[in-house]
């Protein structure tokens, strides 16, 4: 399975930005899908992440309410709209993709994007 994230990019404080993940590689298999990021200096984290169907999203308390996951499994993509960007949004941000059951929070993901970065400037 490989993935493809793109989108990021230096916006200012409150602007808003969508992220984008082409799966590739997966034929047959279903996947839960999640946002990563990794702020300077600090570990990655989750962000948010989506069952295969669709039916299940999770939220970190830091971005409830902002951003939005979404996926079309039918073009095999996986979208993040963030809107109301603060600076501390600031960091490389990374999809990745689970085989396993989807479980709400859970970081352990099977394959990783390579990361795109987002500069949110006050």
């Known amino acids: 399975v490989q993935l493809q994230a793109s989108g990021g990019g230096s916006v200012q404080a409150g602007d808003s930005l969508r992220l984008s993940c082409a799966v590739s590689?997966?034929?047959?298999?279903?996947?839960?899908m999640g946002w990563f990021r990794q702020a300077p200096g600090k570990e990655r984290v989750i962000v948010t992440a989506?069952?295969?169907?669709?039916?299940?999203?999770y939220y970190a308390d830091s971005v409830k309410g902002r951003f939005t996951i979404s996926r079309d499994n039918a073009k095999n993509t996986v979208s993040l709209q963030m809107n109301s960007l603060k600076p501390e949004d600031t960091a490389v941000y990374y999809c990745?993709?689970?085989?396993?059951?989807?479980?709400?929070?859970?970081?352990?993901?099977?394959?990783w994007g390579q990361g795109t970065l987002v500069t949110v400037s006050s």
């Open positions: 990745a993709a689970r085989l396993q059951v989807f479980v709400p929070g859970e970081e352990k993901y099977d394959y």
């Open positions: 590689g997966s034929t047959g298999r279903k996947y839960a």
């Open positions: 989506i069952s295969w169907d669709g039916g299940t999203r």
